[in-house]
């Protein structure tokens, strides 16, 4: 199989593979040459593949996983790659999760912008227009 990673960024990873392992929204799948084609949403978490005998390791901040015939494509907010589980681990916890909160805040607050501009122009209309009704 081929593994493609890409960020908003571009193309973070291209390389040959013989399996790929990843927690998606709905439970962990191990994908390999033969899989069916398939479509899966991500989970924050790692993907795991394994490539002649090695194994790597990617933090992945949510994303979309498409396999079609021997092309595995991933894309994601942010993917971080390495060797070292425990490292991407800690930054999983730290960062990732971090950034995930400022994504609801920011979301939070511009609800609260639409809610009161939405206000505004019910009791703008409510008083007969921008000029008073004339």
């Not at 995930?100 to 209309?125: C, D, H, P, V, Y």
Request: aromatic content about 6%.
């Amino acid at each position: 199989m081929h593994l493609n990673v890409y960020t908003p960024t571009g193309l973070v990873l291209d390389k040959e593979i013989d399996q790929i392992d990843v927690e998606a929204i709905d439970g962990f799948y191990t994908l390999l040459p033969r899989h069916v084609d398939f479509v899966t949403a991500l989970a924050l978490g790692i993907t795991t593949y394994h490539a002649a005998g090695q194994k790597a390791y990617i933090a992945v901040n949510e994303g979309i996983l498409v396999k079609q015939g021997a092309l595995v494509r991933l894309a994601t907010r942010q993917a971080v790659l390495g060797n070292d589980l425990s490292t991407l681990i800690h930054l999983i916890e730290t960062d990732f999760k971090r950034m995930q909160q400022q994504r609801k805040e920011s979301a939070a607050t511009l609800a609260r912008l639409e809610i009161g501009l939405t206000k505004g122009f019910l009791r703008l209309n409510a008083a007969g227009g921008p000029d008073g009704g004339i």
